[in-house]
Each structure stands twice: as C-alpha cells, then as structure tokens.
C-alpha cells in the first residue's frame, strides 16, 4: 500500500484558507487519494477524493500534483467546526489490500478565532 | 453521503463479560463492513473485514475469537467483545462499503460514529 506522510499539525485563522499538504510519492497509477477528517470522539467523515485532476465539492479542494507523489487539501473558508485530524490516505483498487483504508496519524488541525 | 449507525454509542461493562456493538447501513446494501478500532490520541487501526454471509477476515494480531464479527445481513454487521477486560476499552468504529455502478471507484466507503466501551 502506498504509504503518506502529512504534519502533526496545523493552524488556521478563522475564515481564512487552510491547505493541509500530503505526501504520497510511492502512490501507484490505479490509486485514488481520499481525504477523511474525524471530529473528536466521532467516526470520520468522507471530505473528497480525486485521481488525477483537482476536484471541488462544498466541503473543500483537492489539488493532486501532475506527478501524483503529492496532494494538498484545501478548505476555503476555515471555521472553528473544521478543527479535526485530517486523514490522507491511498486507497488500493485491487490486490489483497482492496478496499482496506489504512489511517496514518493524520494532520491536526486547529482552528482559531 | 450514505448513512451507517452504530448501537450503543457507548457502553460500560465489568470485566469478564461480552459486549455486543451492531453496525447498521441504513439506506444502502452493503456486502462489505470494516471493524476499526482506536486508542486514545492514536489513529485508526483496522480489526477486521466483515463479508455478509461468510467468516470474517481479521488483521494480524486481532483475536478472532475474542472479537466475534457477526454479517448476517446486507445492512448489519455486529462485532461481539468478549470476555472484555480493561484494556478492550477503546473507540469501536465500523464503515460499510456502499457499491457504486457506472462511477469510478465502483464503491465509496462511510463511517459510523463510533461505539465508546470501557470495562471496568
């Protein structure tokens, strides 16, 4: 499984963009970034996924380098309620590992007033 | 998204007994959940996939016969602790996998929030 690394942590100013960066450089051809995040104490959230090319939806962006070895997630217009770990992961689409998403430590996100 | 429920949210019990925790989909069909679990301040650590109809697939290091998985139908998945004992006391999290036709990926995966067991 291509493994990822991202920052313990991060800091954002209220209404300001938050762009939580992730390294995937062992990511392979036929596997999909997905961004999760997990509010204390819940089960994660599916936030966005992408392949290639950069995808939006109404929670965030997702930028994927054209050599795919990394991606940045960008929330536009971070609130206090985006304070979470923020999870990167691969997901494989074939092998013994299909389907399985395996969770790194994930980017701490702090939100400030 | 889809929407996957988890019963109880948490639950206390004394050592040495069994504590059951169901995960439900609740507006799809899912023939493949997966069985988390999370220590406090940690990630995400996969127990087991659950395949509706037949056995669980467990990860290395999980006990199967402590953490009984149970996938009798599409839409409920149960995992069973038991003999619990103190250091069972985690954060259980189930997903379900939700098939997609004429997408790519051909499924999306959703969470439930969680179960919160502590033995005491």
């Known amino acids: 499984d291509a493994k990822t690394t991202q920052p313990p942590s991060m800091d954002c100013a209220e209404g300001r963009a938050a762009n939580l960066p992730c390294n995937h450089s062992?990511?392979?051809?036929?596997?999909?970034v997905y961004w999760y995040r997990q509010i204390h104490s819940q089960g994660p959230q599916y936030i966005i996924h992408?392949?290639?090319n950069n995808e939006t939806n109404e929670m965030a962006s997702l930028i994927i380098t054209e050599d795919r070895k990394s991606s940045t997630l960008i929330l536009p217009h971070a609130t206090l309620r985006d304070t979470a770990v923020y999870y990167c992961?691969?997901?494989?689409?074939?092998?013994?590992?299909?389907?399985?998403?395996?969770f790194g430590q994930g980017t701490i996100l702090t939100v400030h007033p | 998204g889809a929407v996957v429920s988890q019963h109880p949210s948490w639950v206390i019990c004394k050592s040495g007994t069994s504590v059951k925790i169901e995960c439900r989909s609740l507006?799809?069909?899912?023939?493949?959940m997966f069985w988390y679990r999370q220590f406090p301040k940690q990630s995400l650590m996969l127990m087991a996939t659950?395949?509706?109809?037949?056995?669980?697939?467990?990860e290395q290091g999980v006990e199967k016969d402590k953490f009984l998985i149970n996938h009798a139908s599409l839409t409920l998945s149960t995992l069973t602790v038991t003999s619990a004992h103190p250091e069972d006391s985690s954060f259980y999290i189930c997903?379900?996998?939700?098939?997609?036709?004429?997408?790519?990926?051909?499924?999306?995966?959703?969470f439930g929030p969680g179960t919160r067991l502590t033995v005491t």
């Open positions: 997903s379900a996998r939700q098939p997609r036709e004429g997408t790519s990926p051909t499924y999306e995966q959703y």
């Open positions: 062992t990511i392979s051809g036929n596997e999909y």
């Open positions: 992408g392949l290639k």
């Open positions: 992961i691969v997901r494989p689409t074939g092998g013994t590992s299909y389907g399985k998403l395996t």
């Open positions: 507006d799809f069909q899912a023939t493949t």
């Open positions: 659950s395949n509706e109809g037949s056995k669980a697939t467990y």
